[in-house]
């Protein structure tokens, strides 16, 4: 297997709106990111992944851009922003970027021009179509809910918009567009930095005959996926974006990708391929889901799981690579919804960091995943801020006849807005997050979980990551090592091995409250077995086949 820094990194994402406020304002900010860079470093990471900085009007927090070559205002400027890459180069880190190329904001200068007229130079930059017998072009859904498509009376079309209405999608048909693209992606990476986590990138291709999707569970809109996830030219697109920009430069690359599935990311990740370095896939993150998507919130085997992470495991191994995550800044905290919140916290968020970072893959933590931070239960639906959220409440309880109680629980344990409450950096007012009124409230038990209280204590999840982090350095065998799963069907212990030539790691994560008692399969030597890292006190080694893992307990051996 070919070694490369990118493969050996640890990525660590940054939400800037809720990291750190160095003004007051209530909103994070670059010179707040500037502020935590020492912890950062502290904890080992190799790679910053921004989530995005660029100007935009924030009806999306940040994923509708108005301008690809400026700062946020609430964020900072430019001079910050480049401050804050040459604090980050000096540190021997790396900056990855959100690149959002699938849509902008509806403020953005193109667009401007585009709606203003169908002559308009800009007018297919833009993805417009007239109606169809007084309705829309076709019937697609909305990911944020809603018909995909806006009327603008301007020029009597509609324009598509596959998440919000002030989010219109950029026609990648159009070469002059592309080329727009590639010169602001240069722009970027001459200013300095290292890569670029590519939002929703298996999306840019839109089967062109826009057919009218499925309708099912009695919605009133189609499901329009299979004509715009990994459409005719996606490859294409993709290998000329690594051709013309990507290939000049040293750099990082992730491609999120819904609806992706391991044989389709061997082509967007094999060395050969010339397109991606790794995908984010969501199979994992699906589980639950039902006919209202992850709002149904149903329950989930540790089984599937399993069997979900192997697929990716082995269908990534020879050719390919997997980007490694249990949280980013769309999905709840991990601790709430795979581990337990309460009694079993700190145990049950070192097991799932051990089970998640074992893996062969490029790991990636989200800001306060370190400290095992929970989700949030705000009281009331306007303490929310997440368009997602707000929009499916409104169609849910509003339309589709769900009680307030029984969405709320949906939003309780699937919002977005779980992962973007403050990073809890202290038990000061407003968690030492501001000297404000933060944009969205904290979570109220920052006294108890926060970084300062994690760094004071030795055996917290700060420092088990930070452990984490450092044997990934120490071990090659845990970056390049293949992955083999031991007892699928077992609805408690997520067990595997990983082996590179004569050296061997025996991984053993209990995913329930309650002990789990196994048996070491036939043909791996326990004897001489040394104790890599667990999150209780250590086992003699001759217990290690015979005394039961405890509740939420993970242990790793190196065997000879």
């Known amino acids: 297997m070919d070694k490369t820094w990118w493969k050996e990194a640890v990525v660590y994402q940054v939400y800037p709106r809720s990291f750190m406020d160095s003004d ?14 020492d912890y950062l470093q502290e904890l080992g990471v190799d790679v910053i992944w921004l989530s995005p900085v660029y100007q935009s009007p924030n009806d999306d927090n940040g994923y509708d851009i108005s301008d690809y070559r400026s700062i946020m205002t609430e964020f900072g400027t430019m001079s910050d922003f480049d401050r804050l890459l040459k ?25 401007k021009e585009s709606r203003s007229s169908k002559d308009n130079p800009k007018r297919d930059y833009y993805i417009w179509r007239p109606g169809k017998n007084g309705k829309e072009p076709n019937n697609w859904e909305s990911i944020f809910k809603g018909s995909a498509w806006k009327y603008d009376e301007a020029t009597d079309e509609y324009y598509l918009h596959l998440f919000s209405k002030k989010q219109p999608d950029l026609n990648w ?7 727009e693209i590639y010169s602001m992606m240069k722009w970027w990476l001459d200013k300095g930095v290292d890569g670029f986590r590519m939002d929703v990138i298996n999306f840019l291709s839109k089967d062109q005959r826009y057919l009218d999707g499925d309708v099912r569970y009695g919605k009133q809109h189609g499901d329009g996926s299979p004509f715009f996830m990994n459409g005719p030219r996606i490859h294409e697109f993709l290998q000329e974006i690594n051709q013309r920009v990507l290939s000049g430069y040293n750099l990082i690359t992730v491609g999120e990708m819904p609806g992706v599935s391991p044989d389709e990311a061997q082509l967007f990740t094999g060395k050969e391929r010339g397109e991606l370095h790794m995908v984010f896939q969501f199979e994992h993150m699906d589980l639950g889901g039902g006919p209202e998507g992850k709002w149904s919130n149903k329950k989930w085997e540790l089984s599937d799981l399993k069997r979900i992470l192997s697929k990716w495991q082995i269908g990534l191994e020879e050719d390919g690579w997997n980007s490694l995550y249990w949280n980013n800044h769309d999905q709840p905290r991990i601790v709430s919804r795979f581990g337990d919140d309460g009694k079993y916290r700190v145990e049950s968020a070192k097991m799932l960091a051990v089970c998640l970072h074992m893996l062969q893959g490029t790991p990636y933590i989200y800001q306060g995943e370190e400290l095992g931070m929970t989700n949030v239960c705000f009281e009331r639906i306007d303490e929310y801020r997440d368009i ?8 849910l309880v509003n339309s589709c006849g769900w009680t307030e109680e029984r969405m709320l629980e949906a939003i309780y344990a699937r919002s977005r807005d779980n992962a973007r409450t403050p990073v809890q950096w202290n038990d000061s007012r407003n968690a030492g997050f501001t000297a404000g009124t933060p944009w969205i409230g904290v979570n109220s038990n920052y006294p108890e979980i926060n970084a300062e209280k994690a760094y004071n204590d ?19 065998i845990i970056v390049y090592g293949r992955y083999e799963l031991l007892w699928p ?69 190196q065997l000879k």
């Not at 048909?173 to 080329?179: G, V």
């Not at 008692?517 to 077995?529: D, H, R, V």
């Not at 040394?530 to 893992?549: F, H, R």
């Open 24 to 37: 007051g304002d209530g909103i994070g900010d670059l010179k707040g990111i500037l502020m935590r860079l």
């Open 87 to 111: 604090a980050v180069h000096e540190r021997g880190m790396k900056i990855m970027m959100d690149l959002v190329v699938n849509h902008t904001s509806d403020e953005h200068s193109w667009f």
């Open 173 to 179: 048909e159009h070469p002059e567009l592309r080329e």
């Open 388 to 395: 997602e959220t707000l929009n499916s409440y409104e169609e």
């Open 458 to 476: 030795p055996n917290s999840i700060f420092h088990f990551y930070k452990k984490l982090i450092q044997l990934r350095k120490k071990h090659e």
């Open 489 to 557: 069907d077992d609805e408690q212990i997520f067990a595997y091995t990983r082996t590179l030539d004569e050296e061997k790691l025996l991984v053993l994560c209990n995913f329930k409250d309650y002990e789990a008692s196994y048996s070491i399969p036939e043909g791996l030597n326990t004897m001489s077995a040394t104790l890599l890292i667990g999150n209780y006190e250590q086992l003699p080694i001759e217990e290690i086949s015979v005394k039961p893992l405890r509740p939420f307990e993970c242990r790793v051996y």
